[in-house]
């Protein structure tokens, strides 16, 4: 299991019900965000339930919201592409980046 098998796993079962989630949220000036596990679990959080001095074991996210033009009332006409795209956009870049301190980290030794 790993980190980018947990992401896999929350974009295919949770991913849209914690972006209306972080949606909501956001109404009030919150967000969630996804904490990835590298035995390939997952979690999402209230980002007030994470705090300051949290230091995961793991990989955090911010949960994308919907804008205005996005989101509707009726969960079945709303758009998540552009909030999916940007969420696997997000993880690439954080997945490459931990790859290369890895690198780094290997050459030192």
Not at 4 to 28: I, L, P, R
Not at 32 to 42: A, H, K, N, R
């Amino acid at each position: 299991m790993s980190i980018k098998q947990a992401f896999e796993s929350f974009m295919s079962k949770s991913f849209e019900s914690a972006v209306d989630s972080s949606t909501k949220a956001s109404w009030g000036g919150s967000g969630y965000s996804v904490e990835l596990f590298d035995d390939g679990t997952y979690r999402v959080l209230w980002d007030n339930q994470i705090g300051n001095l949290y230091n995961s074991p793991g990989l955090i996210l911010s949960v994308l919201y919907l804008d205005n033009e996005e989101w509707d009332d009726d969960p079945s006409i709303r758009f998540y592409d552009n909030a999916e795209q940007q969420m696997r956009d997000v993880f690439e870049q954080h997945w490459q980046a931990n790859l290369n301190v890895q690198a780094v980290i290997a050459d030192f030794r």
